[in-house]
Nanobody, 123 residues
């Protein structure tokens, strides 16, 4: 059974920092591109960042480029999202997901999802 478990969410003030983690089990982690996606209240789920199987390729949404960094540790089956200079508009539930693609910037490319972790940024 595939499980993706996010952690590290919380409440911070604007300008703050959070580091999300995604622990994967039940799949060959190194064979999967990983991604972070988010859904704000009343909005559709959107792509945030993705990283290739070996970690050499990353892609970001324009809204987070330069502030967020995605990484992975294949030895520990874990993906990370470091979020700096957080803004109130970053408030959302953040989901970790796995894809068979090289990288995945489209939501439909992801076939396994975690339950999500809440990030709240206050002004």
């Amino acid at each position: 059974q595939v499980q993706l478990v996010e952690s590290g969410g919380g409440s911070v003030q604007a300008g703050g920092f959070l580091r999300l983690s995604c622990a994967a089990s039940g799949l060959t982690f190194g064979d999967r591109a990983m991604g972070w996606l988010r859904q704000a209240p009343g909005k559709e789920r959107e792509f945030v960042a993705t990283i290739s199987r070996g970690g050499a390729i990353t892609r970001y949404a324009d809204s987070v480029k330069g502030r967020f960094t995605i990484s992975r540790d294949n030895a520990k089956n874990t993906a990370f999202l470091e979020m700096n200079s957080l803004k109130p508009e970053d408030t959302a539930i953040y989901y970790c997901a796995a894809s068979m693609g090289v990288v995945a910037t489209v939501i439909s490319e992801y076939d396994y999802w975690g339950q999500g972790t809440q990030v709240t940024v206050s002004s």
